[in-house]
């Protein structure tokens, strides 16, 4: 697989660090800069070390362009290669040459949304977007499959992702809708969870949390378990459970525990937490499923969907620390309950600050009206930036950014 990766700016004694269109993301450069030939007739050459594979120098012009192999270098396990190239000016003079040293960095790029298991036209563009920006994984926070997560429609809402499902890319966790399914009333009964266990075969562990590796990712899956049942209520169908000290939640500390990788993602459907006490959160506190203080076992990001709209807060728990939650649905139905009670709210232990929250535009019509979010995830080198992406122009109206050491 060829991906572009950053190539950042040569060092250079005494110039400074200088890249011909700003970006180098196609490791496209212009290095004539470097040399004083004053309209002499010569070529560039390599006279030591090598380029990145994949990239080539002009000899004529002394730009350097093409895309780097990452299967070649940098892999996952060594996610930065330095190359030492010395290039030459020859011509009827004294060659000049220079010396310039790149630190390639892989660059990694995940799309995530959730909600979007409605069979409109509008979840073709969220595709669309998505492909523009060229993922490499896909992730889907819950209700992947409206109305009632049945085995004959799971096939039509997954297709806006084929492309990824088919390379076994697409990691999705359960909402309530996947779970609302009829399989409970059988006789005997069977896991509501059957549909979409056997729709993504691929996943690792018990399918219904999982940790998956991708890059200097991890994801960690997680199941709040409940559907939606109206209007008698709904029920939990998480076997191992979603309280602190349930079987979900030991594989899940032991799990981040042992991770090595250097960003720990957390994903699951029903919002962590909302500044609200509606059932809506996945930590209401008549019911605290999925209050794990998440930021105590190294997780830097939790993503959620359920409410119907695209919000980013801050999460501070006991011991102090802060971690991001944001919450990107992609749904065309209305927004549920969201009611922040001014910059932040103190509920029990933790402290949510609200930072941003826009819902976007939604319900029936032209598909192009419509204004609708996905999450992207871009890591290069230390950093993580999440950002949200219109599905129309590809703007940005809100980014973060998450440096480790």
């Given at each position: 697989?060829?991906n572009s ?13 200088n890249?011909s ?25 390599i ?13 004529g ?9 990452i ?37 990694v790029r995940v799309?995530?949304?959730a909600?979007?298991g ?38 039509n ?9 088919d ?8 909402g ?9 009333e ?9 549909v ?23 994801f ?21 459970g979603c309280?602190?000290?349930?079987a ?91 009611d ?47 950002k949200?992406?219109?599905i ?8 973060i ?5």
């Open positions: 697989m060829i990766i950053d190539l950042p700016q040569p060092v250079v004694t005494g110039s400074p660090p890249r269109n700003g970006t180098g993301e196609s490791g496209d450069m212009d290095i004539s800069q470097f040399f004083n030939t004053m309209g002499v007739s010569g070529r560039y050459v006279t030591s070390g090598a380029l990145p594979t994949g990239l080539n120098l002009d000899e012009s002394g730009r350097i362009v093409g895309n780097i192999d299967s070649a270098n940098p892999t996952p396990a060594a996610p930065a290669v330095t190359f030492t190239p010395v290039i030459s000016f020859v011509s009827v003079k004294s060659p000049i040459s220079v010396t310039f040293n790149w630190d390639v960095v892989r660059v799309a995530y949304a909600d979007t409605d069979d409109n036209g509008s979840a073709m563009y969220l595709s669309n977007s998505m492909e523009r920006f060229k993922p490499e994984l896909v992730v889907i926070g819950g209700d992947n499959n409206y109305p009632y997560g049945e085995a004959d429609t799971i096939d809402r997954i297709s806006i992702y084929q492309r990824w499902f390379q076994e890319l697409l990691l999705p966790c359960y309530n809708h996947d779970l609302d399914n009829d399989l409970q059988e006789d005997p009964p069977r896991d509501p969870h059957q979409q266990y056997d729709k993504f075969y691929y996943l690792p562990g018990n399918r219904r949390y999982y940790s998956y590796v991708h890059g200097n990712i991890e960690f899956c997680l199941n709040t378990g409940k559907d939606s049942n109206p209007p008698s209520g709904s029920h939990t169908y998480e076997p191992d309280i602190i000290g349930s979900q939640h030991t594989w899940f500390v032991a799990a981040a525990a042992a991770s090595t990788a250097k960003f720990k993602v957390a994903f699951f459907h029903h919002g962590f937490a909302v500044a609200s006490t509606s059932e809506t959160s996945a930590m209401d506190r008549d019911e605290p499923r999925m209050n794990w203080f998440f930021e105590t076992h190294g997780i830097d990001l939790i993503l959620n969907g359920h409410n119907h709209a695209s919000t980013r807060m801050t999460y501070t728990g006991p011991s102090g620390n802060s971690i991001p939650i944001i919450n990107a649905s992609s749904a065309v139905r209305p927004p549920l309950r969201i922040p009670a001014g910059p932040y709210v103190q509920e029990g232990e933790v402290v949510l600050n609200w930072a941003y929250n826009v819902t976007g535009s939604y319900g029936p019509g032209n598909p192009l009206e419509q204004t609708r979010y996905w999450l992207a995830l871009e890591t290069r080198g230390n950093d993580m930036t999440a949200f992406v219109d129309h122009d590809d703007t940005s109206p809100d980014q950014v998450i440096t480790k050491p």
